[in-house]
């Protein structure tokens, strides 16, 4: 069974920061790894997909990993923001079945102005 | 740019009645799905759907049921509301098989059974 970990549970750095995510899973057959984000009482916004034969993704200030190998992905957060103040959620699909996507339970950001 | 839209934001709700969610997406995507999202538990899988008519249990199907009678939506069902089943609901969709397809979701919807 598939488990999806990311620590810490809760960050909070001052604006202008660079910070880094982290995510990790168990089982490494997976079609591909996003990344979301989430503001309170609101869906879950896509930020990056990596697909299992990539190594990152980029899209503006945030840059994604993928080391399917060891079962880590990170996200790093350049110059930080208080608007990226939000949960931060990675979620694995995997192969096979159903395709099931797993998810983490989140990273609360808190970007201090 | 997909859409994913959940009918209602806020719903509540008495226990015992019926409660319709629905969530319609402009995509023509195959799989959609219906979560449930509580503080500590994280997304939790009630039910998908890969294709019209078809649907399959996830992880909590219990006290649920859903209906797929068009392709571009997806409607979950909670026969007799409890109060164990206030929660935020999201609804997602994606394509089949593919590894560049993301998963998208909408809003949300927050459920109050009293």
């Known amino acids: 069974k598939q488990e999806v970990t990311q620590i810490p549970a809760a960050l909070s750095v001052p604006e202008g920061e660079n910070l880094v995510l982290n995510c990790s899973f168990t089982d490494s057959a997976i079609y591909n790894l996003q990344w979301f984000r989430q503001d309170p009482g609101k869906g879950l916004t896509s930020l990056l997909l990596i697909q299992s034969s990539q190594r990152e993704q980029t899209s503006g200030r945030l840059n994604a990993s993928l080391d399917k190998s060891s079962g880590r992905s990170t996200l790093y957060i350049a110059a930080s923001q208080p608007g990226d103040s939000a949960t931060y959620l990675c979620?694995?699909?995997?192969?096979?079945?159903?395709?099931?996507?797993?998810f983490g339970t989140g990273t609360k950001l808190q970007v201090i102005p | 740019d997909v859409k994913v839209t959940q009918s209602s934001r806020y719903l509540v709700k008495r226990t015992g009645e019926k409660v319709f969610l629905e969530c319609v997406q402009d995509m023509d995507h195959e799989n959609m799905f219906w979560y449930r999202q509580d503080p500590g538990l994280g997304l939790r899988l009630i039910y998908f759907s890969y294709d019209v008519k078809m649907k399959e249990k996830g992880d909590i199907p219990e006290g649920y049921s859903v209906s797929r009678e068009k392709k571009e939506r997806f409607s979950l069902i909670l026969e007799s509301a409890s109060t164990n089943q206030t929660s935020m609901y999201l609804c997602?969709?994606?394509?089949?098989?593919?590894?560049?397809?993301?998963?998208?979701f909408g809003n949300g919807t927050r459920l109050t059974v009293t």
């Open positions: 997602a969709s994606s394509h089949t098989g593919r590894d560049n397809s993301p998963l998208h």
């Open positions: 979620a694995v699909k995997g192969i096979g079945g159903y395709q099931k996507v797993t």
